[in-house]
């Protein structure tokens, strides 16, 4: 097994392990701080994609925006100090059966398929080029530029929309 | 001859000795990599949390200095070893913990504020091939390493399961996060302008130092960082005279040493930075020839901008949570993001002329947003009427003469 | 490029080691006494008498919301400041009009005082 196979094993055991321990921790700031490892785990798999860009946006955006803004979250709706529920109800292990099962189904039938079978070829512009025509690309009018400008629309609506809800009880009170 | 080699680039000529070596040892290719990343980060990581001694010496005696008293003089000539003392102090200190602590918060939040703190060392170009990483999106690693420093300090914050704490946590994180909007959009600008995210192409490419294209983008930054760092004026989460010690109130020991190291260093590292992106890291006379002055290039600039901050750390009154708030939110970012628009408008006009013309205008650009935004944010502060404290006069108090006037004095 | 990510791996775990190996140290050599009132929580000197529980303002997350828009604004432009140099002055004009979209949200939260810490 080459060493790259080696790391992508590990953080994949590691963000799944995590990512079960979001859902089922009881602390939902235990849960939270799973989910920072869940986030970083996304990151190093990104970079083993090579994609590099994307991996310093998830850094930059998941774990410094959306975690911390997270953290907010819970602290403004909880009484942080008594949570005690159990995450899960009594039919745990049918449940998990059924998901073991239709995994295997899923993951054998997926090898068989073309997808998977094909070949790999590494990324062919190294460096600063890729990101350079990931620009171009998302700029050009007969690319991606209607997509960026809705986007930019998408960022108000959610600025003018989280503004207004949460500007309802502003000042003092827990909402 | 050798030794002039040597001299002139040791750790590219020590590197080769290392490979050289290993080759001859029989180890393989990928190992060899490997082994090699690890002797330099070890290497990096150690010197980079020395020179916070260095550093802790300088801060005090030139805050003393600033504060019209000697700082640290009886350990050692000039109390030069006085940062040692401190170090074995409290690295026998008992590390107190609290009842009823979160123990993976409470013990993790010093060593990844540390760690934010070392992970900028990374990317920083030491010379034209000497560097620990040449990350092709450095800038935005950057801005994503100075999140990771935020969630240090909410962990710090809820570990300690103690409210005041957890809310001078919560000011702190909202500071820094607030802080990094300016810092993001003024590197944007410097990526617009050297066409590179990566911080080795970015120095390469500057021919003229980018302080000079973008001055007001220079003192966003500079104002910013400083913020972020969380030193004074802008030391609100630390102010003993108001949350008691702020979220790291619950760490004795070395733990508290931590944060402090982190501290120290974060405003060395992002004068550092300050230095690579604005003032042109290791360029200088004679750096592409000799690569250890491109060394001493960084080291002189670097500690300039971090003297520059120890001054105003020293000179300038604390500001109060809302002006500090609305500093970022109504000042910075605004006047960052106009200073992108314009600019990213007028380089495109201007592509084709000549160099000197891109400077002119560019330094005319600037001065006109800073000129125009302090215009506008004059008006925009209310200034609230002063009420009349005394209105009418007190007969009892006056300070007449007893002896010309008859009734006076009481 | 996979190299310099390894590099940033290998640093970040050494970075993560030498502070642990401090601390442990520290650890080691430092006294253990610990007492009731040593370890009790830290009230300006007072003993607490309510279960912990802070009164959170709203401004805080109001303030991450506005940083986490304005992150992924600035993560979206990034691209379009690395390829600037072959872009044509049409793409410039259609960033801008990106960034003057979310100028004018930026303008509504100004004036709806969501800004200032009350």
Known sequence: MTPLQIVFLLVSIVTIFSAILVVSLQKIFHAALWLIVTLMGVAILFVLLEASFFAAVQILVYIGAIAIILIFAIMLTRNIMSDEEIQSNRSWGLVLLLVLVFAVIFINQLSQSAIFNSILYPLEVQGQDNIMAFGQGLLDPAGFALPFELASLLLLAALVGGVYLAMDKKGGEAK | MKILEFLSDPIIVIQEWIIQLFTNWGV???????????????????????????????????????????GPNRIGPWGIFQPVADMLKIFIKEHIIPDEVDPIPYHIAPIISVASVLLMWAIVPFSDNVRGSDLNVAILFL??????????????GWGSNNKYSMLAAFRASAQMISYEVPMAIVLLIVVILSGSMSLGDIVSSQNIANIFLLPLGALIFFIASIAENGRAPFDLAEAESELVAGFNMEYSGLKFGMFYVADFLRAFTSSVIFASIFLGGWRGPGAEQIPILGFFYLLIKSTIIWFIGVWIRGSMPRFRVDQMMAITWKFLTPLSLALLIVIAFVNKLLANSSQLIQVVVFLIINFVLFYIGFLISNKLINEKVRMEVSSHKRVLAQPTNIFTQPNSGG | MLNQWLYIGIFFIVALFLPFVAIFLARILSPKKPTKIKNSVYECG???YKPTWIQFKIQYYLYGLVFLIFDVEIVFLFPFAVAYNKLALFAVVEAIIFILILLVGYLYIWRKDALSWQ
């Open chain 3, 46 to 48: 007072m003993e607490t």
């Open chain 2, 28 to 70: 393989t290719q990928e190992w060899q990599t490997f082994l090699l990343y690890l002797i330099g980060s070890a290497i990096l990581g150690t010197s980079a949390l020395l020179i916070t001694l260095v550093l802790i010496w300088a801060e005090r005696k030139i805050i003393g200095r600033l504060q019209d008293r000697l």
């Open chain 2, 143 to 156: 801005l994503g390493v100075g999140g990771l420093g935020e969630l240090g300090v909410i962990l710090a």
